[in-house]
């Protein structure tokens, strides 16, 4: 796999558009993860500071997609402000680990779902890989609910995988392959 690529693209689902973050994107960025929500279920750090959004958007993200990855900020269709960022890693070696947030805001419209659907449609019949996955907290009610309704399929919990926060946690996996029903209608 190389590790130059095209341009990253702009992908459109019915409520968002995926897009690259920008180096304007910070403010918002440093604003929504303030959020207790993100900064308890997610692994950003903690306090997060405006340094902290300005290096995910100027270097994090765009490292990212250089290296065969993608981090894009979800933007509400309806608005066209970013309201959330998702990405996926291990896109080389055909599993992307997908992770999100929306800013707490915009929660409650269905905008994590249709982000979710719209990169794991990318992933599968674009990026050609053979699974995307995601791990979520069992306590995490609100991701457990977006992993289901985007189509995937929960494989299992598996023990002490995860450490976040200093603690370490078991996590529901969740996966959708290209044959799976749901996969057909991303
Ligand atoms: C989890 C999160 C991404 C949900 O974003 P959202 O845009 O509000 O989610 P959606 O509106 O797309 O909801 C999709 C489904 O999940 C349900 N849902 C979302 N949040 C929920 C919550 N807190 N409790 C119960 N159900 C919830 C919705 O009702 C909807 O269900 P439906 O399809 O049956 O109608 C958002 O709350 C968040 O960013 N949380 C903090 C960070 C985080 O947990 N990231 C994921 C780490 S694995």
Redesign the pocket.
């Known amino acids: 796999m190389t590790t130059v690529r095209d341009v990253q693209p702009v992908l459109t689902g019915s409520k968002v558009r995926l897009r690259p973050w920008t180096a304007d994107d910070a403010d918002v960025v440093f604003a929504a993860c303030q959020?207790a929500?993100?900064q308890?279920?997610?692994t950003v750090p903690s306090p997060y500071t405006r340094a902290d959004a300005v290096g995910y958007v100027t270097t994090f993200a765009p490292r990212a997609w250089e290296q065969g990855d993608a981090v894009f900020a979800v933007v509400d269709a309806a608005s066209g402000e970013p309201?959330?960022s998702i990405g996926a890693h291990g896109i080389p070696d055909g599993v992307a680990h997908v992770?999100?947030?929306?800013?707490?805001a915009?929660?409650?419209?269905?905008?994590?779902?249709?982000?979710?659907r719209t990169l794991a449609r990318w992933c599968l019949r674009e990026a050609g890989v053979a699974r995307v996955e995601?791990?979520?907290?069992p306590a995490?009610?609100?991701?457990?609910?977006?992993?289901?309704?985007?189509g995937f399929t929960a494989e299992g919990t598996l023990r002490q995988r995860l450490v976040v926060r200093g603690r370490r946690i078991d996590?529901v996996m969740y996966s959708l392959l290209p044959g799976d029903a749901a996969a057909q209608d991303l």
Not at 106 to 116: E, F, I, Q, S
Not at 134 to 137: E, G, H, P, W
Request: charged share 25%.
């Open positions: 959020d929500e993100i308890r279920w997610t309201v959330g992770g999100y947030w929306v800013a707490a915009a929660r409650g419209r269905g905008l994590a779902r249709d982000a979710l995601l791990v979520v907290d995490n009610t609100g991701s457990l609910r977006v992993a289901e309704a985007a996590v």
